[in-house]
RNA sequence: CGGGGUGUAGCGCAGGCCGGUAGCGCACUUGGUUUGGGACCAAGGUGUCGUAGGUUCGAAUCCUAUCACCCCGACCA
């Protein structure tokens, strides 16, 4: 490929909507370029490192029997009904009418439509197991688009869909979609893990995302630094402590003044205390229904992912002081579960780390007020007991004795789920099984982010000069600086190293316009291509081209008789 | 959706308080000099100042409304 003809617009200056290093420098790079907020025209250069990707994925894809399909992404909005997710579905989901004012969504996934595709051909438990997937454009309104591909409205995905007669079939494919991701991610270059993780609104219980670890990445990981337990943060528990012991010479609480202290922070340094040393008490509001108080060790944060999940509640949110003041009527900076007023919330919520405190602080239901010398286990009369707290780094690994939990930031590039019957049951997916009855099958899903992947991909491997594309995705795997286009003898060389190349299938991007050196390199840098050929004057009257990995710093001269050989057999070493 | 901010040339920005010929850098075009890490000189083109209304002899500037975009938060297979 010649640059005159590849539409590659580098950028020297960063267009200042671009916050991370992956929008800017993709922008910068001419991959990309924003059309309205979160929609992005894929650029020449851009589509090649997502086609890249999409060629591994649908590999390893066809690697487990799953088959390729594409489904519309305007879905009648009757299908949604059906699934009950038209209503459940919030204002993410884009809703459209036709002319005839029919109602439409834009598909943020596509479980109904593959549901209804399988049901209309599907009659036999021969037919199963059975995997489809696509890659497709998808369009969920987020609230806030940001971070160019890494969070758009449009995006890029591959899903797939499994289809079984029982869960034994289902937890077969379950662990090799598993396998294939960790295989993609590996092509890919980057460096990933695996995580448990919480199942959210799509529903299904067994869930593991997979995270390329990035300082940038939205998510937390937490992952234990002896055995390979790994999990998003919203879901990791750490080994529970026992439920602490009560001291024969433990004295009664007494409550004391804390004038205007009602943070954990400003109660535990007036009181000379550790935090570890509180109990903390909240209000939250669940599914705008009714209130419930948790409480957490002072030091701890609320999980509000566990909480949800404990409450099986849609949303949890903390309501303002004036509502807990007064509609609630609760000493707001004072609240403590040692005698509680109960009778405005519905339920009193512990974490477990509660349970293995000794002498404590809380709060005394009365303004300005706090218990000293409470004992959870003596004194706190509720019952529920529940993991309902962030884990922190150093906290016991749930799985293995001895390890500690180490966190890690992490960007979402994949997950695989056991849907169940979630869909199956609501749009009678069924099948007639060996026994000749009908019988619901049970599902799985399989998401890659595409565009998110190649976005991780650049928080992942860049400096201060560009991208450092791994190899397998690159847009092109050579870019070929020809420095004096003006010199008949290097443009020649150029040319024949070019032609060479791609004959033997390398992709090779000719940097053939007439610009200085300087601009071609820095050009070079910026679009991240693995290997980078020069040929110059200079180089050319020693009978010599040089040879660069983006990643390195020194130089290789390589005869220019024998440049394409050589640089075939080096660049086919390492890709 | 709450809080903050920005819309002026393709990109990055100044101008705005204090109304009076719309500017700078980069990019682009032409000519020349340069030529191995974003060159230099000269000349040149480029705008409904986000949109609509209002105040005024006169609005990029003041007022009102509105839209878009960005940041923080909440939200998110």
């Known amino acids: 490929m010649y640059w005159k003809n590849a539409f590659v617009h580098t950028l020297r200056e960063v267009p200042s909507e671009a916050e991370t290093i ?122 806030r688009p940001r971070y160019g591909l890494m969070r758009g409205r449009e995006f890029i995905m591959k899903d797939a869909y499994s289809f079984h007669a029982d869960q034994e079939s289902l937890e077969e494919m379950y662990w090799a979609m598993y396998k294939a991701y960790a295989a993609i991610f590996g092509r890919c270059g980057l460096e990933f893990r695996a995580v448990e993780a919480d199942s959210g609104t799509i529903g299904g219980s067994v869930t593991h995302e997979f995270h390329v670890l990035a300082d940038s990445g939205e998510d937390t990981i937490a992952f234990c630094d002896s055995c390979d337990y790994a999990a998003n943060v919203e879901k990791a528990a750490a080994r529970q402590p026992l439920p602490a012991a009560l001291p024969a010479d433990a004295s009664m609480p007494q409550e004391v003044a ?214 397998a995705i690159a847009p092109y795997s050579v870019a070929l600086l020809c420095l004096d286009t003006g010199s008949e003898e290097v443009y020649r060389l150029s040319k024949s190293i070019h032609d060479a190349l791609e004959k033997n299938g390398i992709d090779v991007l000719l940097d053939d316009r007439t610009e200085r050196p300087g601009v071609k390199f820095k050009d070079a840098d910026l679009i991240g291509c693995p290997f980078r050929i020069t040929v110059g004057l200079r180089g050319v009257k020693e009978g010599v081209v040089e040879f660069k990995r983006r990643h390195e710093k020194s130089l290789e001269k390589i005869s220019k008789d024998s440049c394409a050989e050589t640089i075939l057999k080096i660049i086919g070493r390492q890709s």
Request: charged share 25%; net charge neutral; with cysteine.
């Open 22 to 143: 992956s929008h800017k420098l993709m922008l910068r790079a001419g991959m990309i370029q924003k059309l309205s907020a979160g929609i992005y025209n894929y650029l020449p250069l851009g589509l090649r490192v997502i086609r890249k990707i999409e060629a591994i994925i649908r590999d390893e894809m066809e690697k487990c029997n799953a088959t390729e399909l594409l489904m519309p992404m305007v879905i009648p909005a009757e299908l949604w009904q059906e699934s009950g997710r038209w209503d459940y579905y919030g204002p993410e989901l884009l809703r459209l009418t036709d002319r005839k004012n029919n109602p439409f969504l834009l598909g943020p996934t596509h479980e109904e439509v593959i549901v209804d595709v399988v049901r209309k051909s599907v009659r036999s438990y021969r037919d199963l197991p059975l995997c489809l997937f696509q890659i497709q454009t998808k369009f969920r309104d987020e609230v």
């Open 258 to 471: 804390t004038p205007g202290r009602t943070s954990i922070e400003d109660v535990a340094s007036f009181l000379a205390v550790n935090p570890r040393d509180t109990v903390k008490m909240l209000i939250y509001e669940v599914d705008s229904e009714y209130y419930v108080a948790v409480c957490v060790r002072g030091d701890l944060v609320v999980n509000e992912v566990k909480l949800r999940t404990v409450l099986d509640a849609k949303a949890v949110t903390i309501p303002s002081d004036e509502i807990v003041r007064d509609k609630l009527k609760l000493a707001v900076g004072s609240m403590g579960p040692r005698n509680f007023p109960a009778g405005t919330v519905r339920e009193v919520i512990a974490d477990l780390s509660v349970r293995a405190m000794g002498k404590s602080v809380c709060g005394a239901n009365r303004d300005g007020y706090h218990l000293t010398n409470v004992y959870p286990v003596r004194d706190l009369t509720f019952k529920r007991f529940e993991d309902v707290a962030v884990v922190v780094e150093g906290d016991p690994c749930p799985r293995c004795d001895g390890g500690r939990l180490k966190m890690r930031k992490g960007i979402e590039v994949g997950q695989v789920f056991k849907l169940g019957e979630k869909y199956s049951k609501p749009m009678s997916l069924t099948f007639l099984n060996d026994q000749d009855s009908p019988s619901l099958m049970t599902m799985g899903c399989y998401g890659i982010g595409v565009g998110r992947t190649a976005a991780a991909a650049v928080e992942q491997h860049h400096d201060d000069d560009g991208i450092i594309w791994p190899a």
